[in-house]
């Protein structure tokens, strides 16, 4: 039986770097302003529907009055027998977001309201799949007893909680040339590498230690398996625009190696949080009976292998883990063999739990 998939995918967040999506019937999400993303295409009709899938549009407003457009994809038309499969929801990485906000706000918001919305909409618990950075947001989302209530379970491709082990020697020259702070005292508040800032940026990168010739291997550490002949197809759509605010808030938790909300400093923290340091997301409040599937690869410069054995540590549970040595961060997503590897050890983890009743039982 094909699932369907609720796939929903948050066109204004960033990729680490990937983000959302929801399955079962998939779902795609954008947000508009109040929105948080600028595109006005349709991913129905722009990427979806000329696949040969159906697809409808939803949207839903979150907590903090931002729009959230949402893009239901159910299987081929033909292809779909039996019944329905259960509501899954695709979570994307870094990349795809705008102005004042950080993965924070994309997950006790953005990702709380989309798996509520699924949820309402199917009277189902969602089965969540996140990738980089759509593994942070699931995993601080997933801390939160209002939220985790209606998830059934989760797979984490490249799960990223820590990333204070990163190699990647693109990320740790930014990291160590502070652009972050650049960035917000230039005014600026966004990262675009299609801007003249961004543009210049990259030439400068490129000028020091930094690999240009394999650029995406700098950045995500060497993939194995990934179709390079399509690399200007995804150039066509990536990268979008990121949030200079979130991209300082993952370069803090390279420098400090917490799992933590946005640090202010000392002066705003108490007057936001209550307390002078921004609090960290416990993973011991996970719940024990949240089922969790993880995968991740001996190449991935990004989410590292130190990193994640710390986060297994700090789990109540025991993860279901598929460990491949050869594989990268991009492998999980575009690996021209990641139907055998990856997706087919994944779905048949999702199918051993089969109906899981209704969101908040």
């Not at 990349?95 to 918001?109: G, I, P, T």
């Not at 942070?136 to 799960?159: D, G, H, N, R, Y």
């Not at 197809?233 to 933590?260: C, V, W």
Request: aromatic content about 10%.
């Amino acid at each position: 039986m094909s699932p369907v998939t609720f796939l929903a995918v948050v066109l204004c967040t960033v990729i680490l770097f990937p983000k959302l999506t929801y399955a079962g019937e998939l779902a795609g999400i954008s947000k508009t302003c109040q929105s948080r993303s600028t595109g006005t295409t349709s991913l129905c009709s722009h990427l979806i529907e000329p696949s040969g899938y159906p697809c409808s549009e939803h949207s839903t407003k979150t907590k903090d009055g931002y729009l959230l457009g949402l893009q239901r994809v159910s299987s081929s038309i033909g292809k779909l027998r039996g019944a329905k499969g259960p509501p899954v929801l695709l979570l994307h990485g870094l990349f795809m977001d705008f102005w004042d906000w950080s993965w924070q706000e994309l997950a006790l918001f953005d990702l709380a309201e989309m798996i509520r919305y699924v949820n309402a909409i199917t009277n189902s618990k969602v089965f969540v799949v996140g990738h980089s950075q759509g593994t942070i947001m699931s995993l601080a989302a997933f801390t939160q007893p209002e939220i985790v209530k209606m998830v059934a379970a989760a797979a984490l491709l490249c799960p990223i909680s820590y990333l204070d082990h990163i190699t990647t020697p693109f990320v740790r020259d930014m990291v160590f040339m502070h652009l972050d702070g650049i960035m917000v005292d230039l005014g600026f508040h966004q990262l675009n590498f299609k801007s003249d800032f961004g543009t210049r940026m990259m030439d400068m990168m490129c000028d020091s230690n930094v690999d240009c010739g394999d650029l995406l291997a700098s950045i995500t550490g060497k993939n194995c398996c990934f179709n390079s002949s399509r690399v200007e197809y995804y150039l066509d759509n990536e990268p979008h625009p990121s949030s200079a605010k979130n991209l300082q808030h993952l370069f803090q938790m390279i420098r400090k190696g917490t799992f933590a909300k946005y640090d202010y400093g000392l002066i705003k923290n108490l007057k936001i949080y209550g307390q002078l340091k921004a609090p960290n997301f416990d993973l011991s409040h996970i719940p024990a009976s949240l089922p969790i599937w993880m995968g991740y690869g001996g190449n991935d410069a990004l989410a590292d292998m130190k990193d994640v054995q710390r986060t297994i540590k700090e789990l109540q549970s025991n993860p279901d883990m598929l460990y491949l040595e050869n594989y990268g961060h991009i492998d999980f997503l575009l690996s021209i063999y990641a139907k055998r590897d990856v997706y087919d050890n994944m779905i048949s983890f999702f199918r051993s739990y089969g109906n899981h009743g209704s969101a908040s039982s």
